[in-house]
């Protein structure tokens, strides 16, 4: 019945809670076990640094041989660099698997990236990078092995076995830790689909009667009206409303392990196969992290503000993040409550200024593509609206801060969309969107007891790459060609990061498209 009822109001769903605004566009063009301790633990060794040097076989080896083959063309020589940074990053995140763990996802991902034709084909032509390939599905094989979730039966709810039937039923019997997930998820849709305030708000009438219901009603926009308006409220700081206590909460432990959800950092290719480089969040001042895709929910969001994805454990000091929605939502009874809990401000530019300078260590979380981001959303689909958009860095330059391109594989997997598959649907969102400020979004994933249509989003593993921090010099008046010259290199690497990770995350991954 809730299932039901969720379905009443799902096709006037806006976008999801993590929306930005765009602002006004600028002119331009842009179209880029030993002893007593575990088997992961002796894999995650095996893997480090300093074993790989005691071996003989340290972080120079995947760069043996780059430039020492003879009549090597250069898409050979790309091609094996590309390979050694892959192969690096997989060793990196396999070592951090004692403070992050790895889910069986993501293993069965490196995995199948290790064993992939065009893998085999490069590291076949380099000794010391087929030794490490080697090494590396021991390692992901002892991991496997190891892991506390090994024995379970796995999810019926994969994408190939989507393609096979119309409708499948879920099993009733599962493991208890599954339904703990898929509660979470639920308890997630509440606040960030508006057809479940509705519902909620519908039963408050039932309940209460109408008179009563009008009475509270009006008395609560009132205060928010006060707040907001009249007392000036900031959104973030001292007098924000956040509660520390709701980002720790477990149950966005279970909202993680659902998908299941992690986060990485990005190198360059010179970087990965390097000797190793300094942290470049070690800086005092803020960080504006822009993610994309936006996507239907942008789960990933949670990642930051959360830390259920342990993105904490990518950074040398810790960040205090904080993020910005849309303006509507806070007009929304429970969304507008759990929004300023959880540390979200309103996505204006007094707002993502306020969230870059109320600490040294700030982090603001930006989705730069916003509502219209949204539309775009489908599976594998690489399309982001960034075409013309300078505000978010125009208010870096003015703050100082760094920008910091993020890009999250799965994102748009989540659900399948209507708007992505009929060119009349998208047409008429898109008109719907431009008056509404938020887009309604034709969408279905799966339900509780099935697995093939519903409002709960498939189980798609997550990943948040995040990326390295672009330096903007502090001036309260930037020039086109500072904002040009940002954006040119905000682009370039989400698309050096979309091109080096989507073959081991999500190798369907369409080209990254820039509208």
């Given at each position: 019945k809730l299932q039901f009822l969720y379905l009443i109001g799902f096709f006037a769903q806006p976008s999801a809670l993590c929306a930005a605004p765009p602002f006004p566009p600028t002119p331009t063009t842009m179209c880029q076990s030993e002893g007593n301790k575990p088997v992961a633990q002796d894999a995650a060794d095996a893997l480090t640094n300093e074993s790989f040097k005691s071996e003989g076989v340290g972080n120079a080896s995947f760069e043996s041989g780059l430039s020492a083959v003879k009549n090597e063309s250069p898409a050979a020589a790309a091609a094996r660099r590309r390979v050694a940074a892959q192969m690096k990053h997989v060793a990196g995140e396999v070592?951090?698997?004692?403070?992050?763990?790895?889910?069986?996802?993501?293993?069965?991902?490196?995995?199948?990236?290790?064993?992939?034709?065009?893998?085999?084909?490069?590291?076949?032509?380099?000794?010391?990078?087929?030794?490490?390939?080697?090494?590396?599905?021991?390692?992901?094989?002892?991991?496997?092995?190891?892991?506390?979730?090994?024995?379970?039966?796995?999810?019926?709810?994969?994408?190939?076995?989507?393609?096979?039937?119309?409708?499948?039923?879920?099993?009733?019997?599962?493991?208890?830790?599954?339904?703990?997930?898929?509660?979470?998820?639920?308890?997630?849709?509440?606040?960030?689909?508006?057809p479940a305030v509705l519902v909620a708000l519908a039963c408050l009438y039932h309940v209460m009667g109408g008179a009563l219901f009008c009475t509270v009603l009006a008395g609560y926009y009132a205060h928010v009206w006060w707040t907001d308006k009249a007392c000036q409220r900031p959104w973030h700081g001292e007098g924000s409303g956040q509660q520390p206590w709701l980002r720790k909460a477990r149950i966005y432990d279970a909202v993680a392990g659902y998908f299941p959800m992690r986060a990485v950092r990005y190198q360059t290719e010179g970087a990965a196969v390097s000797e190793g480089r300094g942290d470049a969040f070690d800086r005092k001042g803020g960080y504006l992290f822009g993610v994309h895709p936006h996507g239907v929910q942008t789960v990933s969001v949670y990642a930051y503000l959360t830390d259920a994805a342990h993105i904490s454990s990518l950074f040398s000091r810790p960040l205090q993040f904080c993020a910005e929605t849309l303006a509507a939502n806070f007009w929304v009874p429970f969304i507008r409550e759990y929004a300023v809990a959880l540390g979200f401000g309103n996505a204006s530019r007094e707002s993502i200024a306020r969230g870059l300078t109320h600490a040294e260590n700030a982090a603001v979380v930006l989705v730069v593509g916003g509502a219209k981001e949204s539309l775009f959303s489908a599976p594998h689909s690489s399309k982001v609206a960034l075409q013309g958009r300078f505000g978010f860095l125009k208010v870096a330059f003015q703050t100082g801060a760094a920008v910091v391109p993020c890009w999250t594989f799965g994102e748009t997997s989540l659900f399948d969309n209507a708007a992505a598959t009929s060119p009349r649907v998208s047409k008429v969102l898109r008109a719907m969107q431009k008056y509404l400020t938020f887009a309604p979004l034709m969408v279905h994933g799966r339900g509780v007891f099935n697995y093939s249509f519903g409002v709960v989003p498939y189980r798609r593993p997550v990943t948040s790459v995040v990326g390295e921090p672009i330096l903007c010099e502090k001036t309260a008046a930037p020039t086109k060609e500072q904002l040009a010259a940002a954006h040119a290199q905000y682009v370039a690497q989400l698309r050096e990061m979309v091109d080096l990770y989507r073959d081991i995350y999500e190798p369907d991954a369409e080209d990254l498209c820039v509208m």
């Amino acid at each position: 019945k809730l299932q039901f009822l969720y379905l009443i109001g799902f096709f006037a769903q806006p976008s999801a809670l993590c929306a930005a605004p765009p602002f006004p566009p600028t002119p331009t063009t842009m179209c880029q076990s030993e002893g007593n301790k575990p088997v992961a633990q002796d894999a995650a060794d095996a893997l480090t640094n300093e074993s790989f040097k005691s071996e003989g076989v340290g972080n120079a080896s995947f760069e043996s041989g780059l430039s020492a083959v003879k009549n090597e063309s250069p898409a050979a020589a790309a091609a094996r660099r590309r390979v050694a940074a892959q192969m690096k990053h997989v060793a990196g995140e396999v070592a951090r698997n004692e403070a992050a763990q790895l889910s069986l996802q993501h293993l069965s991902l490196f995995d199948a990236f290790l064993a992939r034709e065009n893998v085999a084909a490069v590291c076949d032509e380099d000794v010391a990078l087929d030794e490490q390939r080697d090494r590396l599905v021991k390692a992901v094989s002892e991991l496997v092995a190891a892991h506390p979730h090994a024995s379970e039966a796995p999810s019926g709810d994969t994408e190939a076995a989507q393609a096979d039937g119309w409708f499948r039923f879920a099993p009733l019997v599962q493991p208890l830790r599954r339904y703990g997930e898929k509660l979470s998820v639920w308890w997630l849709n509440f606040f960030t689909l508006y057809p479940a305030v509705l519902v909620a708000l519908a039963c408050l009438y039932h309940v209460m009667g109408g008179a009563l219901f009008c009475t509270v009603l009006a008395g609560y926009y009132a205060h928010v009206w006060w707040t907001d308006k009249a007392c000036q409220r900031p959104w973030h700081g001292e007098g924000s409303g956040q509660q520390p206590w709701l980002r720790k909460a477990r149950i966005y432990d279970a909202v993680a392990g659902y998908f299941p959800m992690r986060a990485v950092r990005y190198q360059t290719e010179g970087a990965a196969v390097s000797e190793g480089r300094g942290d470049a969040f070690d800086r005092k001042g803020g960080y504006l992290f822009g993610v994309h895709p936006h996507g239907v929910q942008t789960v990933s969001v949670y990642a930051y503000l959360t830390d259920a994805a342990h993105i904490s454990s990518l950074f040398s000091r810790p960040l205090q993040f904080c993020a910005e929605t849309l303006a509507a939502n806070f007009w929304v009874p429970f969304i507008r409550e759990y929004a300023v809990a959880l540390g979200f401000g309103n996505a204006s530019r007094e707002s993502i200024a306020r969230g870059l300078t109320h600490a040294e260590n700030a982090a603001v979380v930006l989705v730069v593509g916003g509502a219209k981001e949204s539309l775009f959303s489908a599976p594998h689909s690489s399309k982001v609206a960034l075409q013309g958009r300078f505000g978010f860095l125009k208010v870096a330059f003015q703050t100082g801060a760094a920008v910091v391109p993020c890009w999250t594989f799965g994102e748009t997997s989540l659900f399948d969309n209507a708007a992505a598959t009929s060119p009349r649907v998208s047409k008429v969102l898109r008109a719907m969107q431009k008056y509404l400020t938020f887009a309604p979004l034709m969408v279905h994933g799966r339900g509780v007891f099935n697995y093939s249509f519903g409002v709960v989003p498939y189980r798609r593993p997550v990943t948040s790459v995040v990326g390295e921090p672009i330096l903007c010099e502090k001036t309260a008046a930037p020039t086109k060609e500072q904002l040009a010259a940002a954006h040119a290199q905000y682009v370039a690497q989400l698309r050096e990061m979309v091109d080096l990770y989507r073959d081991i995350y999500e190798p369907d991954a369409e080209d990254l498209c820039v509208m």
